[in-house]
């Protein structure tokens, strides 16, 4: 094995005989005759003419290896108190019949199908039974509500919409039936039919000619073997937010994802075969299509659907728990998990009630992780805490350590170095490249690895402006960042309006829109601030119409109300204060990350377009009266 430099430099001096051996890593029914080539929108496309199915990579092969006894999907849900265990060979008599299901109903290879579900086996089933036929699945997370839900569903324009009754929230029940009848009640397109997964604790109520029972239709489904697809056809469309109200479907074709995958698992994870992978995510994101869902199976190992919470389902002590009981061997979540668990249990006591010897790296994602979590948790653990950077849109690490090359050096604060496949330059406002330690936009030289998004969901002309044509000849990832002389890449948060909180994208575009739609507001700011346990929040600061005579705690409230009525509870948009005005430059454009620096205390060079210097005091005095931001709570 090659050291961690040679085999970087490989990949970005000679890409296409580097991607060429990776791909050699998965059965092909027909190996790519072109490695790199440019489709019809002068996009980029890896392995155009490969033929492959990647519900046959994820499951027949590994029958086909000797692994048809292995557990392959391990379901653990404290919230239910159900265990389920599903070996390869009972996880393709799933997925078969699901896919069979899928035919009965009239999914056909390139139809969307919507997954609307919890976090249980047979949200799992159905994506696989989608990526076996061919169809594109688009998962929904299910923390959105309606309004979020009827967006995806006019963009992806589904035939059928797979659902489960509902989730449950620690103790909350969340029901999605009532939110999938208004999703389709204000969508312009209709779906040919609902499939409904019935929960117990959640029975949903069924519309006679639309829905379907979904036991039902098992009952009388075949199983349905796989289809061969082009290495460049849809596997999945992913909506992520953006910078306007409209998320991105982002679009992975099956080609680039599945080397990509098998390339992350082993090389960047430094996980084998027949070993046990557990990423604590939610299959809504991208974290779980990669790493709970394609990406263990792809490469044999057990992964482990977790339906709970880092805390109160039932303690603290759950992760080590699971760890204990599945002997995890990498385990994978967002810095927020480890802030609430430390919340609890400052000590880690309940830790040592377990044996996590199993457990050989431990990696963070979704956010920046502040060094005093990471201290702890390496502390606790004992072993390398990783962090690692990436996005929806890469689909898989574009920054970290790749332990299964060479173990490297980290340094805190950094998400690491380069992955192979990504070459990294940062940028300022005009375009002119920096140096080292200097501060600014993150590109990265286009082409992306395989597997990074190919598009957006017919949608070129977006997939062009919002990445390749600010910087020409780089992807603009939308983060802020400062490279050292080593190499070593330190994220210093969002350049745009997208905001993380507790590891979830959200865009505060789409909040506002929610908010100016008040009939009391004339204008609004929503930003996200600095917050302790969840990295960031979002906070709203809006001006009221004259003449409205409304308080501002009932103001409040009902905005609260209307942001997780439209957007969803998974915002967690809880604070909304009056302001007279906001800060503005002279040509009417609100100076958000002005206001964000104001919270967070950082300080800031004040812009010389801005309209009214006053303005910035009198939302320092606002926010110190509401104690809104750290520097002022
Ligand atoms: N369905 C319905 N509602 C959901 C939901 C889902 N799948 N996921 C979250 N919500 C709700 C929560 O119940 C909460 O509602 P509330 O305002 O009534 O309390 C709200 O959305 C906010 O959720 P969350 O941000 O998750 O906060 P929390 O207080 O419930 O939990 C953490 C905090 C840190 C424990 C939790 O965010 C967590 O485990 N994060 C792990 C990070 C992660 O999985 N990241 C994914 C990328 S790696
Ligand atoms: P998502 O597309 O939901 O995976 O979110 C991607 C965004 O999360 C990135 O653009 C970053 O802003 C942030 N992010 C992800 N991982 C990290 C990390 N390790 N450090 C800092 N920010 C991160």
Redesign the pocket.
């Known amino acids: 094995m090659s050291s961690y430099q040679d085999f970087y430099r490989k990949s970005i001096e000679s890409p296409i005989p580097f991607w060429e051996e990776q791909a050699k890593a998965i059965p092909w029914f027909q190996f790519p005759p072109k490695i790199l080539s440019q489709d019809e929108h002068e996009l980029a496309r890896w392995y155009q003419g490969g033929k492959l199915n990647t519900s046959y990579l994820a499951l027949d092969y590994h029958i086909e290896q000797g692994r048809g006894d292995q557990v392959a999907l391990a379901y653990d849900s404290p919230v239910t108190q159900t265990k389920r265990q599903f070996t390869y060979r009972e996880l393709l008599k799933e997925v078969e019949l699901v896919a069979g299901m899928l035919s009965n109903v009239g999914v056909e290879k390139g139809d969307r199908v919507i997954i609307y579900m919890?976090m249980i086996p047979e949200t799992v089933f159905a994506m696989l039974a989608c990526a076996r036929i061919g169809a594109v699945h688009s998962v929904v997370?299910?923390?959105f509500a309606a309004r979020e839900l009827a967006i995806r569903i006019d963009d992806a324009q589904p035939k059928v919409l797979l659902m489960g009754s509902g989730?449950k929230?620690i103790e909350?029940i969340?029901a999605y039936k009532p939110i999938v009848d208004a999703a389709l009640a204000e969508a312009a397109h209709q779906v040919e039919q609902v499939v409904v997964f019935q929960r117990d604790f959640v029975p949903a109520s069924m519309e006679v000619g639309r829905d379907l029972d979904w036991e039902e239709l098992r009952k009388t489904a075949h199983p349905t073997s796989y289809v061969e697809v082009d290495a460049t056809d849809p596997l999945y469309i992913l909506y992520t937010s953006g910078t306007t109200g409209k998320p991105k479907g982002v679009m992975r074709d099956n080609g680039g994802h599945a080397v990509a995958m098998k390339f992350s698992m082993e090389h960047f994870y430094g996980i084998a075969p027949g070993e046990v992978y557990w990423a604590?995510?939610?299959v809504?994101?991208v974290?779980g299509h990669s790493y709970i869902v394609y990406g263990p199976l792809i490469q044999g190992c057990t992964t482990i659907l977790f339906e709970g919470?880092?805390?109160k389902t039932p303690d603290p002590g759950t992760f080590w728990r699971v760890i204990e009981e599945y002997k995890v061997n990498v385990f994978f979540?967002?810095p927020?998990?480890f802030r609430?668990i430390r919340k609890e249990d400052p000590e880690g006591k309940l830790k040592q009630a377990y044996d996590t010897s199993s457990l050989r790296y431990q990696f963070l994602?979704?956010e920046r992780c502040d060094v005093s979590t990471l201290n702890w948790i390496r502390n606790l653990l004992q072993v390398p805490i990783i962090d690692h950077w990436w996005q929806t849109e890469s689909g898989w690490p574009m920054i970290g350590n790749m332990t299964g090359v060479e173990l490297q050096p980290t340094k805190p604060g950094s998400a690491g170095q380069a992955v192979c496949g990504y070459s990294f330059s940062i940028f300022n406002e005009e375009g002119l490249e920096l140096g080292p330690n200097e501060e600014g936009y993150l590109g990265i030289k286009y082409p992306l690895a395989p597997g990074a998004l190919a598009n957006l969901w017919q949608d070129t002309t977006r997939f062009k402006s919002a990445y390749l044509e600010k910087f020409p000849g780089y992807y603009l990832s939308g983060d802020g960042a400062y490279k050292d002389e080593d190499g070593f890449i330190f994220i210093t948060g969002r350049t745009d309006d997208v905001i993380n909180?507790?590891?979830?994208r959200l865009s505060t575009a789409e909040m506002e829109e929610v908010v100016a739609a008040h009939p009391a507001i004339a204008e609004c700011a929503v930003i996200g601030i600095a917050d302790e346990?969840?990295g960031q929040v979002p906070v709203g600061f809006v001006v009221v119409k004259a003449g409205v005579d409304l308080a501002a705690d009932t103001l409040e409230a009902e905005l609260i109300q209307m942001v997780r009525d439209k957007v969803g509870?998974?915002a967690?948009f809880k604070r909304a204060t009056i302001a007279q005005k906001l800060p503005k430059t002279r040509s009417g454009k609100i100076l958000r990350k002005v206001m964000r620096y104001i919270a967070d205390g950082k300080s800031f060079n004040t812009p010389s377009t801005i309209e009214d210097l006053s303005v910035l005091d009198q939302l320092r005095e606002l926010m110190k009266k509401q104690r809104i931001g750290q520097a002022f709570s």
């Open positions: 919890p997370f299910g923390g989730g929230e909350r969340v604590a995510s939610d809504g994101w974290v919470k880092p805390i979540t967002a927020t998990a609430a994602a979704g909180v507790a590891g979830h346990l969840k509870a998974v967690s």
